[in-house]
């Protein structure tokens, strides 16, 4: 019973962080064409759009994850399940962190470029991402530590 609120929030934030990456990946998807023809001359050019690519993923999907096992904990709140909340937690904390430090290592040094709004909207919202990552690692670190000391 005691891991409700914590887990309330992390859906609340998951929602707002798939709100998030899926403004990111449609403002992305603009450039996507172009990004394709560039990669197929350049090899730089085609990293940086896998990267792209796996970096906005690697986010939706652990924000989708997050979202999913926290309803899924809410579900289960009533029971007794200490033991599962705690392992989750550190699951989820581990993958959150680790979503958050690969989508920072590549979209902290991007520059915002002229005539590209579109582009320059998915490097803030990428970096808004991270922050979600960020809080969402620490949401489940406070739901696992609540789960344990409640076991």
């Not at 085609?46 to 309803?71: C, D, F, N």
């Not at 937690?89 to 959150?96: F, Q």
């Amino acid at each position: 019973m005691l891991t409700v609120a914590p887990l309330l929030c992390l859906i609340g934030v998951s929602g707002y962080g798939l709100f998030i990456s899926y403004s990111n990946i449609t403002r992305l998807q603009k450039y996507e064409e172009r990004s394709e023809r560039a990669a197929e001359w350049s090899n730089t050019a085609a990293e940086r759009l896998q990267k792209t690519r796996t970096t906005q993923g690697a986010a939706a999907i652990t924000v989708l994850l997050s979202l999913l096992t926290s309803m899924t904990l809410l579900v289960l709140s009533h029971a007794e399940h200490h033991q599962i909340v705690l392992a989750i937690s550190l699951i989820n904390t581990a993958i959150c962190f680790g979503a958050r430090i690969h989508m920072a290592n590549f979209w902290k040094e991007k520059v915002q470029l002229p005539f590209m709004e579109a582009y320059n909207e998915a490097i803030r919202g990428s970096n808004q991402s991270v922050s979600v990552l960020t809080m969402l690692g620490w949401g489940w670190v406070v739901t696992g530590l609540i789960g344990w000391l409640a076991g």
